[in-house]
């Protein structure tokens, strides 16, 4: 697979992701993407009979605090800072087109 790898195929690749490279760039990742395809292939080689899956290595503890409800803050507190409010209501800027339809 590694020497199907070249700068076109990179070029696909980059296109498909929507980056804009240059041609010193293609010329850059090409061998590189090669290197980490070839880096798979070992890894693939490697035995993992009666090795279990593993989700982490280390084990895992919740570190979370209990979720105990607390007062919340009025109207007024809520918004006593902010930048712009609209009667009890944030303004935030639009971040839709209006004709979206979202």
Do not use: C
């Amino acid at each position: 697979m590694s020497a199907a790898i070249d700068e076109n195929l990179v070029r696909r690749l980059a296109r498909l992701a929507r980056i804009n490279l240059t041609d010193d760039e293609v010329r850059l990742f090409a061998p590189q993407l090669r290197e980490i395809v070839e880096y798979f292939g070992q890894l693939r080689a490697v035995s993992t009979d009666g090795v279990t899956p593993l989700a982490h290595p280390l084990p895992l503890a919740n570190v979370l605090r209990d979720d105990v409800p607390a007062p919340g803050f009025d109207t007024d507190q809520a918004l006593a800072q902010a930048p712009e409010r609209v009667g009890d209501h944030f303004r935030v800027p639009v971040v839709l087109d209006p004709g979206a339809g979202a």
